[in-house]
């Protein structure tokens, strides 16, 4: 980097950002000095994409006053689209590589709950942000990132650049954390996992008391942040923030995978149709129903098809089982009341959503925060309320692969 961008991004720079978050009333005085410290603009890669929710991301260049502008304020910060697939100024279909709003990286670490003397693993470590704000808290020797492929090398010199070379960043597995440095105080996840696939190698390496905090989907809601604590080899926990639209890192899917099934559902000749009274708003919107839904089908995926105000389509659709269900919504369907579903594959999806549906309905149509998670060595479910009452089967396993 030139002497004279270093110039100007200190100039913008990291004690703006940390004077906005103060002023949003977001930053405690325990993150303080750590955001004032690290640097946003060392992390982020000279060509990237700007992410404000609010409309397509759009790219950025080092160098440029929109550049500055997205680094240091609440902009989530896109660095690669479909594994690098897709090369810069070009959009995605998923984004891939992610630097999330500087509010919502406040927020999880406010959730670690540190204390002086906690060790942290972080995984999936991404451009190494995450890791900085961390070993300018506790100390660099206190926390370990493991990332990876081929990032942890640039993510190692960053850490380096910035002065953090006491950090460990290693090229490993996330999935399966670093044992070499364990026990650790607190694991946080840059990286998305599935309902039901949390990595038991986290509640290995975790202290009695400890932390695991990690995005977490069931593929048919949007992501939420689990929290979980460990005591004597199981952990309990529940959603304690939504990042639906600002997950630290989705999962990779394949590109273009939901266009293809749309096309198979609607297109192809084997493909039956049929109507439901079910009302597709809830099924299709509602984020507590979703998150009911998503959780007793396992590795189905939603999207909303939207055409305009009266025309949209729910598209749900299981890669594992090539399976997919689209119902129209449409002006004279919502006046009916009856809306068409086409069905594409062996699984009837539309179906199981609607099963799941009436079963959250029956329940007393819960909210996300009533459903907890509890993992074990050997296995991991959900419950309604408290551990004791997990969710019953509704849907045999054969959706996703597993449940």
């Not at 100039?11 to 004032?36: I, M, N, Q, V």
């Not at 984004?95 to 959730?111: C, K």
């Not at 952990?235 to 304690?240: M, N, P, S």
């Not at 309905?361 to 993992?375: C, E, Y």
Request: charged share 20%.
């Amino acid at each position: 980097m030139a002497d004279s961008d270093r110039a100007r991004e200190r100039r913008a720079g990291p004690a703006s950002l940390a004077d906005w978050l103060r002023k949003s009333g977001t930053l405690t005085p325990r993150w303080e000095s750590a955001f004032a410290l690290t640097n946003r603009a060392e992390f982020v890669p000279r060509h990237a994409w700007a992410d404000d929710g609010a409309r397509l991301p759009w790219p950025i260049e080092r160098g440029s006053t929109e550049w500055l502008r997205a680094v240091f304020s609440d902009t989530a910060i896109i660095t690669q689209f479909d594994e690098g697939r897709v090369t810069w100024p070009d959009i995605g279909h998923q984004a891939t590589g992610f630097i999330p709003q500087p509010s919502a990286v406040l927020r999880i670490l406010n959730a670690l709950d540190l204390q002086p003397w906690h060790t942290v693993l972080v995984t999936g470590t991404g451009t190494g942000y995450l890791a900085a704000l961390l070993g300018a808290c506790l100390g660099d020797q206190a926390v370990t990132a493991v990332e990876t492929g081929n990032a942890i090398h640039h993510n190692r010199s960053t850490l380096r650049e910035t002065g953090h070379d006491r950090i460990e960043a290693v090229a490993a597995d996330g999935a399966a954390g670093l044992p070499r440095r364990a026990p650790y105080s607190r694991i946080v996840s840059a990286a998305e996992v599935v309902a039901g696939r949390i990595p038991t190698a986290w509640l290995r390496q975790s202290v009695s008391g400890g932390t695991i905090l990690t995005p977490w989907t069931t593929g048919f809601h949007g992501s939420g942040v689990l929290k979980l604590v460990v005591h004597d080899g199981t952990a309990h926990g529940r959603i304690v923030d939504d990042v639906t639209r600002i997950p630290l890192r989705p999962r990779p899917l394949p590109p273009g995978h939901a266009e293809r099934m749309r096309r198979l559902v609607e297109d192809d000749a084997s493909a039956t149709e049929s109507a439901t009274w079910a009302d597709p708003r809830e099924i299709g919107e509602d984020p507590n129903a979703a998150m009911a839904i998503g959780l007793h089908l396992p590795g189905v995926q939603r999207e909303i098809l939207v055409q305009d105000a009266h025309r949209w389509k729910v598209l749900l659709y299981d890669l594992a089982t090539e399976s997919a269900a689209i119902c129209h919504v449409t002006p004279e369907s919502t006046h009916r009341g009856l809306y068409k579903v086409r069905r594409y594959g062996p699984e009837p999806l539309w179906e199981h959503a609607v099963t799941a549906w009436r079963w959250w309905q029956n329940a007393g149509r819960p909210d996300r925060g009533r459903f907890g998670v509890t993992m074990t060595h050997t296995g991991q479910w959900c419950w309604l309320d408290k551990p004791d009452n997990p969710l019953p089967v509704l849907v045999e396993p054969e959706i996703g692969g597993t449940r």
